[in-house]
């Protein structure tokens, strides 16, 4: 059980970073719900386990927490993986628009969440973090416990496969698709 001090320091430290820690697991194990349940699991971790946060960066030190209960929820639970497709609908929230644009507008998002959703465990984490999260290459190294060059590099390719991915759905020319049947 935490003292009172770092109890304190944890809700200041730590507990903002829940939307970030459950935005990489929703990524990571592809359910809203599984997410929640990750999330919550590790939030307890870092809880139990803040007594040897010694300073540094709660948000990276939270994100590995999550990004290893992630694994570990996956490992015991991937026999039984049902994916659920997430429903950005739902956050979409109070905004005026015409049906024509929110439908345009879902499907682009729709578009975007398969295609990142195509994308190799690792591709889609590193991915996630820089771009949806904002994280730095270091924070992605500390987080991944891969070397920051393997970070980049994965990086690049997650992107450029992202691109592809969604040139190819959209069947634009250049795209892998368009010149295999142009040849």
Same mark, same amino acid.
């Given at each position: 059980?935490?003292?009172?001090?770092?109890?304190?320091?944890?809700?200041?430290? #730590?507990?903002?970073?829940?939307?970030?820690?459950?935005?990489?697991?929703? @990524?990571? #194990?592809?359910?809203?719900?599984?997410?929640?349940? #990750? #999330?919550?699991d590790a939030?307890? !971790?870092?809880y139990?386990?803040?007594a040897?946060?010694?300073?540094?960066?709660?948000?990276? @030190?939270? *994100?590995? =927490?999550?990004r290893?209960?992630?694994?570990? @929820? %996956?490992?015991?639970?991937?026999?039984?993986?049902?994916?659920?497709?997430?429903?950005?609908?739902?956050?979409?929230?109070?905004?005026?628009e015409? &049906?024509?644009?929110?439908?345009?507008?879902?499907?682009?998002?729709? !578009?975007? %969440?398969?295609?990142?959703?195509? *994308?190799?465990?690792?591709?889609?984490?590193?991915l996630? *973090? !820089?771009?949806?999260?904002?994280?730095?290459?270091?924070? =992605?190294?500390?987080?991944?416990? =891969?070397?920051?060059?393997?970070? %980049?590099?994965?990086?690049?390719r997650?992107?450029?496969?992202?691109?592809?991915?969604?040139?190819?759905?959209?069947?634009? &020319?250049?795209? !892998?698709?368009?010149?295999r049947?142009?040849?």
């Amino acid at each position: 059980m935490l003292e009172l001090d770092d109890r304190d320091r944890f809700e200041r430290l #730590v507990m903002p970073h829940q939307d970030a820690a459950f935005n990489l697991a929703r @990524w990571l #194990v592809r359910s809203r719900t599984d997410a929640e349940d #990750v #999330v919550q699991d590790a939030m307890m !971790r870092a809880y139990r386990f803040f007594a040897g946060f010694h300073g540094g960066d709660a948000r990276a @030190w939270l *994100l590995q =927490i999550v990004r290893n209960s992630c694994y570990t @929820w %996956m490992d015991k639970n991937r026999k039984a993986e049902k994916t659920t497709e997430f429903d950005e609908t739902i956050h979409a929230g109070g905004r005026s628009e015409s &049906p024509e644009t929110a439908a345009v507008a879902a499907s682009e998002r729709q !578009r975007l %969440m398969k295609a990142l959703e195509s *994308l190799p465990a690792r591709s889609r984490e590193v991915l996630v *973090l !820089r771009e949806l999260e904002g994280c730095s290459y270091k924070e =992605i190294a500390t987080i991944t416990s =891969i070397p920051i060059g393997t970070v %980049m590099s994965t990086l690049a390719r997650a992107r450029e496969r992202l691109q592809e991915t969604l040139r190819g759905a959209a069947g634009e &020319p250049g795209s !892998r698709k368009e010149a295999r049947h142009e040849v």
